[in-house]
């Protein structure tokens, strides 16, 4: 299974940027797919997530109303759309991947995730 977060870089805040995750190796339809962050110096911590019908989603509060996660099974591909940045969305991005048997089934936590793909760097400036 390989999965490979595109779209990082530096923007300026109250910019956008989308990021992607291609996944390869799995049957995607059937994989919830969640995005995390790691900032320097901070433990990783939990974005967003989907269901693996793209049905159900959750947000980490900070970024709720701002970020978006989307899939397109046909594609294999997550995104996750990043509106209104701010200098402490900082941090590499990662995506991760998990079967999962329920159609509207979200995982929050990191150790729910059997894969991940190496992350992309985000930086906001202010």
């Known amino acids: 299974v390989q999965l490979q977060a595109l779209g990082g870089g530096l923007v300026q805040a109250g910019g956008s940027l989308r990021l992607s995750c291609a996944a390869s190796?799995?049957?995607?339809?059937?994989?919830?797919m969640g995005w995390f962050r790691q900032a320097p110096g901070k433990e990783r911590e939990f974005v967003g997530a989907i269901s693996r019908s793209g049905g159900a989603t959750d947000y980490e509060d900070s970024v709720k109303g701002r970020f978006t996660v989307s899939r397109d099974n046909t594609r294999n591909t997550a995104f996750l759309q990043m509106n209104n940045l701010k200098a402490e969305d900082t941090a590499v991005y990662s995506c991760?991947?998990?079967?999962?048997?329920?159609?509207?089934?979200?995982?929050?936590?990191?150790?729910?995730?059997?894969?991940w793909g190496k992350g992309t760097q985000v930086t906001v400036s202010s």
């Open positions: 190796g799995l049957t995607f339809s059937r994989a919830a």
């Open positions: 991760a991947a998990r079967y999962s048997g329920g159609a509207y089934y979200i995982a929050r936590g990191g150790f729910e995730y059997n894969y």
